[in-house]
C-alpha cells in the first residue's frame, strides 16, 4: 500500500498569503492514561521556501516505526528554523480538560519556538527583534493537525504564556500526512513523549508495574491490570476512566 508523503503546499499556500513564518502542530499523548499532553511544534521561514525540500523519510508519525522515528528526530530538528514540544501535565489535564490542555501546551510550544528565533514581547521590556524583522511587523501562521482549532481559543485565558507574536491558524485534517512542517513536529512530539515515558518507567520501581517503557502511558491490558492492582500513581488523569476497556 502506497502513502502519500507530506509537502510543503499548504505552508506555501500561508507565505503567500503574507505570513514571515509557518509553524505546523501536532499532538500526542490525547488519548494516555497518564503522564502528560505534548504538543510539537515545527517552524520554517517563508523565506526559506524557495530553497527548502520536504525531508526525506518524513511521514505521518503513526506509520513510522519506533526505530525510524528517533532516526529522523536529529535531522527534523535541524531542518526546522526552530521547534519545540509543549506539555500539559495530568494535573493539568485533570483541573483544565483535555482540550483546553492542548491549547496552554501548543502555546507553550509556540511561545518557545518564537523565543528561540529572538521575537519577544513588546511589552516584556526587551528589543522585539528576530533575526529578520521586528515582532510588530511578524507575521506568524499556524497549520493544526486535526479539525479544532483549540490553540486560538486557548489565547490570552489566564494559564496562558505570553506568546510574543499570536498565531493565525488553519486546521488540517490530517495534516501529519499531508503537511511537512506538521508530520515534522508530529514526530519530534512522539520521540520527546516516549523518551519521558520510558525514563519515567526506568527510573522508579514504582512505576515499573504499569509498563510504560512499552505502553507510554496508554490503555494496554497490564497498565490497566496494574491500576486495577495498586491503584493509579501521581501521574494518572484521575479525571478519567482508568480501569475500564
Not at 501548543?106 to 511561545?111: H, T
Given at each position: 500500500?502506497v502513502?502519500e508523503s507530506p509537502?510543503?503546499?499548504?505552508?506555501r499556500?500561508?507565505?503567500?498569503q503574507?505570513y514571515?513564518?509557518?509553524v505546523?502542530?501536532?499532538e500526542v499523548?490525547?488519548?494516555?492514561?497518564a503522564g502528560p499532553?505534548?504538543?510539537?511544534a515545527?517552524?520554517?521561514r517563508?523565506?526559506?521556501?524557495?530553497?527548502?525540500?520536504?525531508?526525506?523519510?518524513?511521514?505521518?508519525?503513526?506509520?513510522?516505526?519506533?526505530?525510524?522515528?528517533?532516526?529522523l528526530?536529529?535531522?527534523l530538528?535541524a531542518w526546522?528554523a526552530a521547534?519545540?514540544?509543549?506539555?500539559?501535565g495530568?494535573?493539568?489535564?485533570d483541573e483544565?480538560?483535555i482540550s483546553?490542555?492542548?491549547?496552554?501546551?501548543?502555546?507553550?510550544?509556540l511561545n518557545?519556538?518564537e523565543r528561540?528565533?529572538?521575537?519577544?514581547?513588546?511589552a516584556?521590556?526587551?528589543?522585539?527583534?528576530?533575526?529578520?524583522?521586528?515582532?510588530?511587523?511578524?507575521r506568524?501562521?499556524?497549520?493544526?493537525?486535526?479539525?479544532?482549532d483549540?490553540i486560538t481559543?486557548?489565547l490570552?485565558t489566564?494559564?496562558a504564556p505570553d506568546?510574543?507574536?499570536?498565531a493565525?491558524?488553519?486546521t488540517q485534517?490530517?495534516?501529519?500526512?499531508?503537511?511537512?512542517t506538521?508530520?515534522?513536529?508530529a514526530?519530534i512530539a512522539?520521540?520527546t513523549?516516549?523518551?519521558?515515558m520510558?525514563d519515567i518507567a526506568?527510573?522508579?520501581?514504582?512505576y515499573?508495574?504499569y509498563e510504560?517503557?512499552?505502553?507510554?502511558?496508554?490503555g494496554?491490558a497490564?497498565?490497566?491490570?496494574a491500576i486495577?492492582?495498586?491503584?493509579?500513581?501521581?501521574?494518572?488523569r484521575?479525571?478519567?476512566h482508568?480501569?475500564?476497556?
Amino acid at each position: 500500500m502506497v502513502h502519500e508523503s507530506p509537502t510543503l503546499q499548504l505552508e506555501r499556500e500561508l507565505a503567500a498569503q503574507g505570513y514571515d513564518l509557518i509553524v505546523g502542530f501536532d499532538e500526542v499523548g490525547r488519548g494516555a492514561l497518564a503522564g502528560p499532553v505534548m504538543v510539537g511544534a515545527a517552524a520554517i521561514r517563508a523565506c526559506d521556501l524557495p530553497e527548502l525540500a520536504v525531508p526525506d523519510g518524513v511521514a505521518d508519525s503513526k506509520m513510522l516505526t519506533e526505530r525510524r522515528r528517533e532516526t529522523l528526530f536529529e535531522p527534523l530538528q535541524a531542518w526546522c528554523a526552530a521547534s519545540a514540544v509543549g506539555q500539559a501535565g495530568n494535573d493539568e489535564i485533570d483541573e483544565w480538560g483535555i482540550s483546553h490542555a492542548l491549547g496552554i501546551a501548543a502555546l507553550r510550544a509556540l511561545n518557545a519556538v518564537e523565543r528561540q528565533l529572538g521575537l519577544m514581547s513588546p511589552a516584556g521590556g526587551g528589543r522585539a527583534v528576530s533575526a529578520a524583522q521586528d515582532a510588530a511587523t511578524m507575521r506568524v501562521g499556524a497549520i493544526l493537525d486535526g479539525p479544532n482549532d483549540y490553540i486560538t481559543k486557548a489565547l490570552d485565558t489566564f494559564d496562558a504564556p505570553d506568546v510574543p507574536v499570536p498565531a493565525h491558524v488553519v486546521t488540517q485534517v490530517k495534516g501529519d500526512r499531508h503537511c511537512a512542517t506538521v508530520a515534522a513536529a508530529a514526530v519530534i512530539a512522539k520521540v520527546t513523549r516516549d523518551r519521558l515515558m520510558v525514563d519515567i518507567a526506568r527510573g522508579n520501581p514504582r512505576y515499573a508495574p504499569y509498563e510504560w517503557d512499552r505502553n507510554k502511558g496508554y490503555g494496554s491490558a497490564a497498565h490497566r491490570r496494574a491500576i486495577a492492582e495498586l491503584g493509579p500513581t501521581p501521574l494518572h488523569r484521575t479525571s478519567w476512566h482508568l480501569t475500564g476497556e
